[in-house]
């Protein structure tokens, strides 16, 4: 009897280890932290031409929960990245974002780019 209630248990185990993956995989859920990504898919990441720190008066400095790996700064940094003039930088160590912009900050937007990420930006 105890024999059967390991395997049940190691089983169960697999099946929910083997459907997180396969949420990770799809881009349904942020390879770490487990979160929902929005709208079923993280934003493709976008390559920031301007790198000039000069050119983005604006600055905001973002605490993101979940992140923890180099896929999790991508995903992060991509999601930012995809808002028009602006261009993020990720400190997984740290676990904040430095969020650079041509115009005023917004932070419901930047928000709104790290939740659709899979990711959720702490207060």
Known sequence: MAN???????????????????????????CCGGDVCEKGARPRP??????????????????????RC????????GALDSLPGTWARVDLKKGTARVMSK???DADA???AVRKAGYRVVE
């Open 46 to 67: 976008r390559r920031v031409e301007d790198v000039d720190e000069s050119h983005y008066p604006y600055h905001m400095d973002l605490r993101i929960a979940g992140m």
């Open 4 to 30: 059967i209630a390991i395997v049940a248990v190691v089983a169960v185990g697999f099946v929910l280890a083997a459907r997180h993956a396969l949420q990770v995989f799809t881009g349904r859920r942020d």
């Open 70 to 77: 180099e896929g999790c700064r991508q995903s992060v940094e």
């Open 103 to 105: 115009t005023p900050a």
């Open 110 to 112: 930047y928000a709104a």
